[in-house]
T-cell receptor, first 114, second 114 residues
Framework: NAGVTQTPKFQVLKTGQSMTLQCAQDMNHNSMYWYRQDPGMGLRLIYYSASEGTTDKGEVPNGYNVSRLNKREFSLRLESAAPSQTSVYFC?????????????FGPGTRLTVT | GQQLNQSPQSMFIQEGEDVSMNCTSSSIFNTWLWYKQDPGEGPVLLIALYKAGELTSNGRLTAQFGITRKDSFLNISASIPSDVGIYFCAGQLNYGGSQGNLIFGKGTKLSVKP
């Protein structure tokens, strides 16, 4: 039981390049989330998927797209990377239901855009 | 958007000391969660609180859900070197399409006293 896994762990992109961050969970959770973490800013929600087949924007969605490929996998795509997207990206998952708001995080992807 | 004010921003600990930190908001929350993040890792859930006034312990950690539902406190007793890291509070607002989504504080960084 690996929990939440993310690939890659590190990535360097040039401005304008594209890439997809992968996330998978093996806890049979319904909801999945993508956050970015910047120094002094805490965790900010980019996109989330409440269930398979649905996705919604979070607080900072501009410049990103997501795909909920199936119940296990939720990917984040940067179509044209910008230096402002240099950050650490975390994926999280949560089982649905009343009194189950606990989110479980992956190890993160450290992205640098030059 | 909604904000959580987490304090202190940073603090130094000496082994054996007790540590306290808190989160406050102008909004009412249904759930409070406390996470710890080690360098280079994702946040790990420490304690979840679901009822106003609830006091919950996890080893040397004790957290409380404030009676007004606008704040939460985390205490660490008899700190040890491995307590060093960043502690985040997170609150869950229950309304509309954001049900289940968390709002994070900016973190309290615990370091060892030089």
């Amino acid at each position: 039981n690996a929990g939440v896994t993310q690939t890659p762990k590190f990535q360097v992109l040039k401005t304008g390049q594209s890439m997809t961050l992968q996330c998978a969970q093996d806890m049979n959770h319904n909801s999945m989330y993508w956050y970015r973490q910047d120094p002094g800013m805490g965790l900010r929600l980019i996109y989330y998927s409440a269930s398979e087949g649905t996705t919604d924007k979070g607080e900072v969605p501009n410049g990103y797209n997501v795909s909920r490929l199936n119940k296990r996998e939720f990917s984040l795509r940067l179509e044209s990377a910008a230096p402002s997207q240099t950050s650490v990206y975390f994926c999280a998952s949560r089982r649905s239901g009343i009194l189950s708001y606990e989110q479980y995080f992956g190890p993160g992807t450290r992205l640098t855009v030059t | 958007g909604q904000q959580l004010n987490q304090s202190p921003q940073s603090m130094f600990i000496q082994e054996g000391e007790d540590v306290s930190m808190n989160c406050t908001s102008s909004s009412i929350f249904n759930t409070w969660l406390w996470y710890k993040q080690d360098p280079g890792e994702g946040p790990v859930l420490l304690i979840a609180l679901y009822k106003a006034g609830e006091l919950t312990s996890n080893g040397r950690l004790t957290a409380q859900f404030g009676i007004t539902r606008k704040d939460s406190f985390l205490n660490i007793s008899a700190s040890i070197p491995s307590d060093v890291g960043i502690y985040f509070c997170a609150g869950q607002l229950n309304y509309g399409g954001s049900q289940g989504n968390l709002i994070f504080g900016k973190g309290t960084k615990l370091s060892v006293k030089p």
